[in-house]
């Protein structure tokens, strides 16, 4: 269980990390041409696909160009696991485009603390109800199995019964491949 629990929270936690990187890398062309429509788009899918309370991106001087998500409540004492990216300018080269430094800002990507526990529950419910499904079936077996051997051996007992009336005319009708007839 706690193996479970651990293993949600790392996926959280990994799924925060490639937002941000991904980030990283899809921004800087949008940020050297200043386009904050293209980095606010960005933002509001990576948001989305990845499920995040918030994204923003801040110029290198700390001035915000974009956000989207629960900003408001993500203040840097808030309830949220954050992840920050620079926003380098080695893709923008490549477009022609020559920023007057390298780093050109900064990604940051957060999901709340109510999120990752959320998603620990979640996964700890999954992982009973499969429990359970594994139980229940394992049960079903078990009780057929069971019962026909139990039968099975009733029948031998009822034979041995007869046998021991002097009933020498008594047969087992057992089948060959079971648990008592092999």
């Known amino acids: 269980t706690m193996q479970t629990l651990s293993t949600a929270e790392d996926a959280l936690h990994a799924?925060?990390?490639?937002?941000?990187?991904?980030?990283?890398?899809?921004?800087?062309i949008?940020?050297?041409?200043?386009?904050?429509?293209?980095?606010?788009?960005?933002?509001?899918a990576e948001t989305e696909n990845s499920h995040l309370?918030?994204?923003?991106?801040?110029?290198?001087?700390?001035r915000l160009i974009a956000s989207t998500g629960d900003t408001l409540h993500a203040s840097p004492q808030g309830n949220?696991?954050?992840?920050?990216?620079?926003?380098r300018s080695q893709a923008v080269h490549a477009a022609g485009i020559s920023p007057a430094s390298d780093l050109l800002g900064h990604a940051e990507i957060g999901?709340?603390?109510?999120?990752?526990?959320?998603?620990?529950?979640?996964?700890?419910?999954?992982a009973m109800l499969v429990m359970l499904v594994a139980l229940g079936v394992t049960s079903a077996l078990a009780w057929r199995l069971s019962n026909r051997l139990a039968s099975q051996l009733r029948h031998v007992g009822s034979v041995v019964g007869r046998?021991?009336?002097?009933?020498?005319?008594?047969?087992?009708?057992?089948?060959?491949?079971?648990a008592v007839g092999s």
């Open 30 to 44: 949008a940020l050297a041409s200043g386009d904050t429509a293209h980095a606010l788009a960005l933002l509001q």
């Open 80 to 87: 949220h696991f954050r992840q920050v990216a620079d926003i």
């Open 15 to 28: 799924r925060v990390s490639n937002a941000a990187s991904h980030l990283a890398i899809a921004l800087p």
């Open 111 to 126: 999901v709340s603390f109510d999120q990752i526990n959320a998603f620990k529950r979640d996964t700890l419910i999954h």
């Open 163 to 178: 046998l021991a009336r002097n009933d020498l005319d008594v047969r087992t009708h057992l089948p060959p491949d079971g």
């Open 53 to 62: 309370s918030f994204a923003r991106v801040t110029s290198a001087h700390g």
